[in-house]
């Protein structure tokens, strides 16, 4: 039997990778794709240790990880497009009116 | 698991590109990479299910719809490269190295035994299995997506909803308006005129002349100029002249051979030629009709 450990370490790595986008990128499309990555690399980590432990439980959790992405995607993308809409800019930092 | 340590710096290698590449359209098709790699790492996985929803609901669904939202915000709506917060962006990368040091230090010192394997949960067939859990233990929480979904359906509806504020400009009120310009403003009242059409070519990139030959700007299209692709009318001529030069000058048969093809060649980059004036037949030197 494989060992599912190296699955996990690139799990983590992709996860890394997606938080240093979601803080380090502006425009906020790029920023829900980093947000995906992560949720990916959740998912990864899920049907991984589903592997290990042999039981469909973490396959079960990842569809609904992917559910609920979807969800999430539909909604994020319609208030960037609303405040696209008003602002005419996709950058994270235009929206800060209720800073003010 | 040669299929992970072949896919596995593919996919690192995409997502690093995420973080570095200025163009939108360009990190979906990263996530794209990263996407296909890791629902063929769920096929490894003996996940087959996960593996076509990955692919039917990320890569197909979802990034569509990135796609389709970068189409309505526009395609060349790149990153700032300006930093609002000082700092703030080698400190992100700091502690995202932090964080991938972490979890990879502890992933690496836990020992998680001996993998069991799902050829047992596997054996009526991964779906047959999955949907047994999902419809019996984990039932509610399948109901409680449904509302989830539909919530975000109608949220979605909602904010993509435009009311309208004023009376829908009927065609009419067009004309009108049009009208109205003209005698406020002096605005051009008829349609744009169209790019040049000449005795030896045309094209959509070549502005029109206007009587006093120079090149009417409002006749190409506005997208065109922005580029920085419109050709002025003496140029194409040049153009046009090189390549029958070209073709004129194949070695061989001195007479037919070249002419044949200068003549072909001139009659697809001319298709007004015919109705318009073959007075410039077999002038090569002459430019364009001013």
Not at chain 2, 49 to 54: D, E, G, P, S
Not at chain 2, 142 to 154: D, G, P
Not at chain 2, 248 to 267: E, F, I, Q, V, W
Request: aromatic share 6%; net charge negative.
């Amino acid at each position: 039997m494989t060992d599912v450990t190296p699955y996990v370490v690139l799990s983590a790595i992709l996860f890394s990778i997606g938080c240093v986008g979601v803080l380090t990128r502006r425009n906020a499309i790029v920023v829900f794709m980093c947000v995906e990555l992560m949720l990916n690399a959740c998912n990864l980590a899920l049907v991984a240790f589903a592997k290990q432990h042999g039981n469909l439980d973490g396959q079960i959790a990842a569809f609904f990880v992917m559910v609920v992405a979807a969800a999430e995607v539909v909604v994020g993308l319609a208030i960037i497009m609303t405040i696209f809409r008003t602002r005419r800019s996709a950058s994270v930092d235009d929206a800060s009116l209720l800073k003010y | 698991m040669t299929a992970f340590w072949i896919l596995a710096p593919v996919m690192v290698l995409a997502a690093l590109g995420i973080l570095v590449v200025r163009k939108a359209v360009h990190a979906a098709l990263l996530l794209a990479v990263v996407m296909i790699s890791l629902a063929v790492l769920y096929a490894v996985l003996d996940a087959p299910f996960l593996f076509a929803v990955q692919i039917i609901v990320y890569t197909g669904a979802i990034l569509m719809l990135f796609l389709f939202v970068m189409m309505i915000v526009g395609v060349d709506a790149s990153d700032s490269v300006v930093e609002t917060i000082r700092g703030q962006r080698p400190l992100a990368v700091l502690l995202g190295l932090g964080l991938a040091v972490i979890l990879v230090a502890s992933v690496g010192q836990i020992t998680l035994g001996t993998v069991v394997g799902l050829d047992a949960a596997n054996e009526g067939g991964n779906i047959e299995a999955l949907a047994n859990l999902l419809f019996s233990r984990y039932v509610f929480v399948f109901e409680t997506t449904s509302a989830l979904l539909i919530t975000a359906a109608v949220g979605a509806m909602v904010l993509a909803h435009r009311e309208r504020t004023g009376p829908r400009p009927t065609q009419a009120s067009r004309a009108a308006q049009r009208v109205r310009d003209f005698a406020e403003r002096g605005e051009h009242l008829g349609p744009l005129p169209a790019p040049g059409v000449y005795a030896r070519h045309n094209a959509v990139d070549t502005p029109a002349l206007l009587p006093d030959g120079t090149p009417a700007e409002s006749s190409v299209s506005r997208t065109l100029a922005a580029r920085g692709r419109i050709r002025s009318a003496p140029d194409l001529a040049d153009d046009i002249e090189d390549v029958q030069r070209a073709l004129g000058g194949l070695p061989g048969g001195s007479g037919s051979p070249g002419d044949t093809a200068s003549g072909s060649g001139h009659n697809t980059e001319n298709p007004s030629a015919a109705a318009g004036g073959p007075a410039t037949d077999g002038d090569p030197g002459s430019e364009a009709p001013r």
